[in-house]
Structures are given as structure tokens and as C-alpha cells.
């Protein structure tokens, strides 16, 4: 995946920004246990920070040249083409287009229940305001 930067997004980028956002969460959390006295929940957070980077380091050594190899060989591995439902070939009578096109018009239902209840309830306000005008 590429981003609109130009930076390419790959699983390991992604592993990595997680482990860095633990990281930070668990020192961040440390923190805070040692400002509210809490020692015992300070350590721990502090010991899992430190666990999670040293994993992160291992993770990032380990992985360097592994990802785009590893994701080549599961490609080629899984070996069949992708094919298009009976949605994508316009098969109108097909049971997954009629249980598609029943869910769409479910939710079509829901909206219309929710868009009325919000419409109601603007103009409950308007009315309450109006009474309100009237009884000064």
C-alpha cells in the first residue's frame, strides 16, 4: 500500500508503528501508576515497555530483508487466480445477489427509521422553543 506521501505501507511498517504505540502506551502508562503511588502497577508497565522494545529491536533486525520475500512466497504459493462472484458478473437471479441486494435494502429500512427519529426530534425542539416563546 502507498500512501498519498509516496511512503510505501507494508505489514512490517505496520508491526512496527503498533509495537512503537505500545511502547509509548505502557511508558505512558508507568508514568502515570508512579503518580498516583501505585509502585507495583509502575513496575510492571515499566517492565513491559521494556519488553516490547527489546522485542521491537529483535523484530526490526530479524525482519529486515525477510517481509517482501516472505509475502513473494505466500503469492506464489497460494497459486489460484482470484475469480469474481456471481455479484461482479451481473447474475441477477443468483442467490448471493438477491441476499446482497436484501441486506442493502435492510439497511435502507434502518436509515430511514433513524433519519425520521432525527428529523422528529429537531422538530420536537422547534415546537418546545415556540411554546416557550409564547408562555413569556
Known amino acids: 500500500m502507498t500512501l498519498s506521501g509516496g511512503l510505501k505501507l507494508s505489514i512490517r511498517t505496520v508491526h512496527v508503528i503498533f509495537i512503537t504505540c505500545s511502547v509509548l502506551l505502557s511508558a505512558f502508562f508507568a508514568f502515570w501508576a508512579y503518580s498516583v503511588g501505585q509502585l507495583p502497577m509502575c513496575v510492571a508497565a515499566a517492565i513491559v515497555a521494556l519488553g516490547l522494545a527489546v522485542y521491537g529491536a529483535i523484530f526490526i533486525q530479524k525482519t529486515k530483508g525477510l517481509v ?37 435494502f435492510s439497511l435502507l429500512i434502518i436509515l430511514l427509521f433513524i433519519f425520521t427519529a432525527f428529523i422528529k426530534f429537531f422538530l420536537d425542539i422547534r415546537k418546545r422553543e415556540r411554546d416557550l416563546l409564547t408562555h413569556k
Open 68 to 104: 517482501p520475500h516472505a509475502i513473494l512466497a505466500f503469492c506464489l504459493a497460494m497459486g489460484t487466480p482470484a475469480e469474481a462472484c456471481s455479484v461482479c458478473y451481473s447474475a441477477v437471479d443468483h442467490p448471493l445477489t438477491r441476499g446482497l441486494n436484501m441486506g442493502i
